[in-house]
């Protein structure tokens, strides 16, 4: 099934859909359509789209201090990729280390007892460790006593993250009939559906967004009409983003 999750938007994305345009207006020698499919992906690959798709994404989240935040039972952080180097140790380096050191802020500030760390891991990646697995030495490493972390069981996605957590909370603290307070920590593009999908699993979430995608002191140029990969790469992620809260809206109903 996750593969399908990861497959079956790629032709509803910017590129999956520009691809679409510009064959079908080849196949049927219509010009006006591979016009349409090349100033569609202009516009997608121009931070001037890209930024304010991204902004609305994110919105309303702030990034917030540790001291601004209400005690809870635990601090929760979501799984945010990693890169596994190439060499004999299959070292793994940060793809968004955002995460992992807010989660890191709130714990080393009181906010609560306890460190969850979810282990995200995907079929595509055998031989690589759940990400928690890596994350505990790095938190251990900052001074964060072990018996103080967590680590969830296996998780493909963030339906499953909020499942084995509650899981690992529950069998930690003993807390069935008690709905247990969590500090969400995740990119803010990502909060919405993973405080959505948190709270249906019996938590009572506060989140704590980090990794925004669009500084808030970046004023608009010329070069924010032009075509940029890094562009692209934001329009498409903030798009997959509203299509997976659809999803779960859908299947709410």
């Not at 995200?120 to 990400?131: L, S, Y």
């Not at 103080?148 to 909370?169: H, P, Y």
Request: with cysteine; charged share 20%; glycine share 6%.
């Amino acid at each position: 099934m996750i593969y399908l999750h990861k497959i079956l938007p790629v032709f509803l994305l910017p590129t999956g859909l520009t691809i679409l345009l510009v064959a079908t207006g080849l196949l049927l020698n219509r010009k006006k359509l591979i016009a349409s499919g090349l100033i569609f992906l202009w516009i997608c690959s121009t931070y001037a789209f890209s930024d304010q798709l991204m902004s609305w994404v994110e919105s309303p989240y702030q990034r917030t201090s540790a001291s601004e935040v209400e005690p809870a039972d635990a601090v929760v952080v979501l799984s945010g990729g990693r890169v596994v180097a190439p060499g004999p140790l299959a070292i793994s380096e940060w793809a968004d280390a955002d995460r992992f050191y807010g989660g890191v802020e709130l714990y080393k500030a009181g906010k609560a007892p306890w460190l969850v760390l979810t282990g995200g891991w995907v079929p595509w990646e055998p031989n690589a460790k759940p990400e928690g697995d890596v994350l505990k030495v790095y938190a251990e490493q900052l001074g964060i006593p072990s018996k103080q972390i967590l680590i969830s069981g296996v998780a493909r996605n963030t339906e499953e993250e909020a499942l084995k957590v509650k899981e690992a909370l529950t069998q930690q603290l003993g807390s069935e009939n008690k709905q247990m307070k969590i500090l969400l920590v995740t990119s803010a593009f990502h909060m919405r559906r993973s405080q959505t999908l948190f709270e249906r699993a019996g938590f009572e979430v506060e989140p704590f967004a980090v990794d925004f995608k669009v500084s808030q002191a970046k004023e608009l140029s010329v070069l924010d009409f032009m075509p940029n990969a890094d562009a692209l790469q934001k329009t498409e992620t903030a798009w997959r983003e509203l299509y997976g809260r659809a999803y779960y809206d859908l299947l709410k109903k």
